[in-house]
């Protein structure tokens, strides 16, 4: 968890559990990133009521079909320098729209922890996949639950941070 603290723990062991009922799964997809979108604001960047829970990185992505700049805040783990990203959308059956917008536009930019950067998305392989895939649940056990209840496949993206050219 970001915040170690007591009330960190608590909120987040409670959230964690709210998270895998059937009404938060209605609700949640909602209210959830609304909420983290303000908790970024305020915070400058630095913080998400998520992250009681678990990391969470701001992503800025073109839109598939708009193309304008769609933010959207998502549970992430982190992977050396890099992130990875789950297309879970709280086991619904369609996939998330950041994932299609990321498919279409794979350059993005990246907030963590008031740190913002770019990244490029690329989606993993069965291969690549499976090999963070236990990283992930270990991370958050509900995205197994997430993978069943969709009856789809679920959508892993590494967000790899670009390097700027010395040149």
Not at 63 to 78: H, I
Not at 93 to 105: C, G, R, V
Not at 143 to 158: C, I, N, P, T
């Amino acid at each position: 968890m970001a915040n170690g603290g007591v009330i960190s723990r608590a909120v987040g062991g409670v959230m964690a559990r709210l998270a895998g009922t059937s009404t938060f799964q209605r609700v949640g997809p909602k209210v959830a990133p609304a909420v983290d979108k303000v908790a970024f604001t305020i915070t400058g960047g630095r913080w998400t009521v998520s992250d009681t829970v678990l990391p969470v990185v701001v992503l800025t992505a073109t839109g598939a079909k708009s193309g304008a700049p769609r933010t959207v805040p998502l549970a992430a783990l982190q992977y050396g320098e890099d992130f990875v990203v789950v297309g879970s959308n709280f086991g619904r059956e369609h996939h998330p729209a950041w994932s299609a917008n990321l498919l279409a536009h794979p350059d993005a930019r990246l907030a963590f922890r008031g740190e913002e950067f770019p990244v490029h998305a690329e989606l993993l392989d069965d291969a690549g996949k499976s090999e963070v895939w236990p990283l992930l649940v270990a991370q958050w056990p509900l995205f197994d639950q997430y993978a069943e209840q969709s009856g789809r496949d679920l959508r892993v993206f590494a967000l790899r941070r670009r390097r700027r050219s010395v040149i």
